[in-house]
Every structure is written in C-alpha cells, then in structure tokens.
C-alpha cells in the first residue's frame, strides 16, 4: 500500500530554515515523480516543488523559487524540502504527494496534478 509520511515541520523565525522530509513506502520511489504542495488556512492549495523519479527535472513556485531546494535520495525512499529565508507567508501545512511528467517543448513535472499524498507537516514562521 502506496504511503507518503512528512515530517520536519515546526516553528521558525522569519528568515530562518527548515528541512521537510518525506519518507515513502509501499512502492519503489524511484519509478515516481515526486512534489510538495501546501495549503494555508483560507486560501488555496498551492504546489511548491517537484521532482523528476531520477531527480534530473525540478520545478518550483515563483513564490519559492531561490529560497527552496527539492531532492530526494531514492536509496532512502526520501524526498527532501530545504526551505532557506522563510518568511511569514510560507506559513502553511506542507504535503508531498505523487505527481506526474509532462512534455512541452521540454519535460517538466507538475505542481498541480498530483495523486497520492501524505497527512502533512505544519509549517510555521512567525518571530
């Protein structure tokens, strides 16, 4: 049975760093394509990041672009969020979930379509 667990979430200063941990299960990671979304209360899912199953396509939100960091280690059926500079804004639950491949002029994978996910990690930054 196909599982997603997140963890790493807590409270940090406006500026501060974190690193999100999903932790897979029930299927091979690397035959997946991986994301993170999250969902602040009162607005709208929002897709932070994802990553190719092989790990050589990225994508991210212009929100995050610069500040996070996707990767995973597919040995350790672990994906990986590193989240630098955050701020108030980035305040949300974070899910990772599968996601799929697309091709447009080029690959790239999806930060809206995504399948299976997790119970999520709160994140929360606030001084």
């Known amino acids: 049975q196909l599982q997603l667990v997140e963890s790493g979430g807590g409270l940090v200063q406006p500026g501060g760093s974190l690193r999100l941990s999903c932790a897979v299960s029930g299927f091979t990671l690397d035959r997946y394509h991986i994301g993170w979304f999250r969902q602040a209360p009162g607005k709208e899912r929002e897709g932070v990041s994802c990553i190719s199953s092989r790990g050589d396509i990225t994508n991210y939100a212009d929100s995050v672009k610069g500040r996070f960091t996707i990767s995973r280690d597919n040995a350790k059926n672990t994906v990986y969020l590193q989240m630098n500079s955050l701020k108030p804004e980035d305040t949300a639950v974070y899910y990772c979930?599968?996601?799929?491949?697309?091709?447009?002029?080029?690959?790239?994978?999806?930060?809206?379509?995504?399948?299976?996910w997790g119970q999520g990690t709160q994140v929360t930054v606030s001084s």
């Open positions: 979930g599968t996601t799929r491949l697309y091709y447009s002029g080029g690959y790239y994978c999806s930060l809206g379509d995504f399948g299976s």
